[in-house]
């Protein structure tokens, strides 16, 4: 997994410039008693889908809940401040004359295009710096202080290195091509730049597999026949074109367990981490498989596209509007010409953080609501309701488990383990035809 948690809002719209490889929505913590799939066929008994939620619910002990709880609205805190400090640092760029400078350096170094092209590079190089104190707490000193890092600082500052790499090459690039489309069209750009960052996106998610990630991990294919072949025939009976898992060595990073079908248009591949290997049994590991199999089956990575799409060109639009205002009030004292100049990327950075900080409430639904939809295929296609639940339960070591109905709706874009576990039981109940009736409105 990347290491990467960009508080640069621009930088992840549009490029690979902190992107973080796409970690499993299910988590596990330790090793339960195997779990067996629910034949629609079983014999029809008593069961409770409530009770067995709460039953499920109740495993966890209280000091394991507020340990949860204290990591997971920490994080809600961190979204709040970091989004702040990314206010700061632009207000710094800016204010101090730093975006100025910036420019006239790559003014005096090149012309055209490169430009921006080598203004992005700075800008890209010092907001990094900028950032890396909170990147340092939040990414390794809090996640050792909840155990769920086994990264050595170290460790943590070469992957640091190597995603400053990534962002020069690629968010250079990406900066560039914004600056182009703002030059050839300064009045509808916000429409045009929207289709080059969901077809820069496209390009990303294509090379991430297999130029991206195995810079940060070692991926090697997975061998042991009694894990891979069930993975593989989930993959085959739901369309997935691979012929392959791939394993990734996390455990060198993180404590937790992830797995994913990454690619897009033929660079497509079956992931999971060692650590999923290590801690789930193979009724748990093909729950969380046919729920990453059923991302794919769903084309969630198109529709993911379309609802970015969207959400772009309403962010754009916003920037559209925001900038000029912005520009026409500050811009003289700031060094800023218009809105092609390279020098006013911060303030772009900081609007468009403006405008998807107020929309997080969307784009949690929009990423929650395609994580049940994966669940409830995950269910159906490999009949593990138990082994779905266990590994859902094991959210507890860095989610909320019960979270409030408004703590779900802003801040969780995956559904809650409660909400999990819930639609787990309610399946088995109706796979075991036991299912009570829901009761009188």
Known sequence: MLAKKTAQLLATVLALVHL????????????????????????AVAFDSSAATRAYLDRLTPEQKEHSDAYFEGGYWLKLWGFLYGLVVAWLLLSRGFSRRMREVAERLASGWLVSVLYG??????????YLPLGLYAGYFREHQYGLSNQTLGAFFIDEA???????VLGSL?????????RAAPRTWWVWGTVVTVVFLMFASAILPIFILPLFNDYTRLEDPAVREPILSLARANGVPA?????????????????????????????????????????????????????????HMVKGMLFSAALFAAGF??????????????????????????????????????????????????????????????????????????????????????????????????????????MAMRWKAEQLGTALPDPEP
């Open 121 to 130: 590079a700075q800008y890209l190089l010092a907001t990094t710096l900028l």
């Open 174 to 182: 990406a900066i560039g091509l914004l600056y182009a489309v703002l």
């Open 317 to 422: 639009a916003f920037l559209a509007w925001s900038f000029e205002r912005a520009r026409q009030r500050w811009g003289e004292s700031w060094g800023i010409r218009g809105v092609d100049d390279p020098a006013g990327l911060p303030l772009f950075a900081a609007l468009l953080s403006v405008f998807f900080f107020f929309a997080m409430p969307v784009t949690t639904t929009i990423s929650r609501t395609m994580e049940a939809e994966a669940d409830l295929f995950g269910l159906n296609a490999a009949q593990e309701p138990d082994g779905f639940a266990e590994v859902a339960l094991k959210l507890a070591e860095y989610r909320k488990l019960e979270p409030s109905a408004i703590e779900e709706l802003l801040f969780f874009d995956h559904p809650s383990g409660k909400s999990r576990i819930e």
């Open 162 to 168: 190597k995603g400053l790499g990534v962002s020069l």
């Open 243 to 299: 012929h392959d898992v791939w394993v990734s060595d996390a455990s060198r990073q993180t404590k937790r367990i992830s797995a994913n079908v990454s690619g897009f248009a033929g660079t497509e591949r079956i992931t999971l981490n060692d650590n999923l290997l290590a801690r789930c049994t193979l009724p748990e590991i093909r729950a969380v498989m046919a729920h990453e199999i059923g991302h794919y089956a769903l084309n």
């Open 20 to 43: 973080a490889a796409a970690a499993s929505p299910l988590a596990a913590t330790e090793v339960p008693a195997p779990a067996r799939a629910v034949s629609p066929a079983a014999p």
